[in-house]
């Protein structure tokens, strides 16, 4: 009895329970509680080996700290980005309802607005292309006249004597890429004979 008694109170006061494995390196003896076949398989730790435990608890708690720090700093940062993206969108989007306003207001306008007219939405389009390009996003360029199934998608066919059999003939979309991923594959009419 006096056995049993001082056996649970070394497991309470000088034993961890953890996972076997953690005790291999360790220098530690295993023992059964006894008269009680349902209690768990318990370790006795010499002082040594529990300094390196909570060494190793310490340790892991000091990396579960900083790695929260971490991700609240990259949550921070990606806020921050997509924040920004937003704003420069926004301008472009001014810069189209601008245009767009003047159009409403003006039913008839003036020659020199007209003549201006591409110009400025070859603007707005150069400002839209710069802001997705500060983010990794650009237009896929084809090359070749034959279409490239990983880049682009036939939409439809034409028949065209002029050129050869699945000539891309026009591009009806654009397509973009970010970074090495395909976003949107261009979309494209290619030629077909009669």
Known sequence: MFDTILNISLWIVNCATFPFHYFKKLKCRRFRIKNYDDAPQAYILSQESRYLVVQQISSFQKQ??????????????????????????????????AI?????????PSPEFLHRLPRSIGAVHRKFL???????????????????????????????????????????????????????PAEVITSKPE
Do not use: M
């Open 130 to 184: 710069s802001v997705v390009g500060k983010h990794q996003v650009f237009p896929i360029e084809l090359e070749g006249s034959q279409p490239d199934f990983n880049l682009c998608r036939v939409v439809d066919r034409e028949v065209r004597t002029d050129v050869a059999d699945q000539t891309i003939t026009k591009i009806v979309r654009r397509g973009f890429r970010w970074d090495e991923k395909i976003l949107r």
């Open 100 to 108: 767009i306003t003047y159009l409403e207001n003006n039913t008839n």
């Open 64 to 97: 579960n700290v900083l790695l929260q720090q971490s991700l609240r700093e990259q949550q921070t940062q990606s806020v921050a980005t997509t924040e920004d993206l937003f704003l420069e969108l926004l301008e472009v989007g001014d810069a189209l309802e």
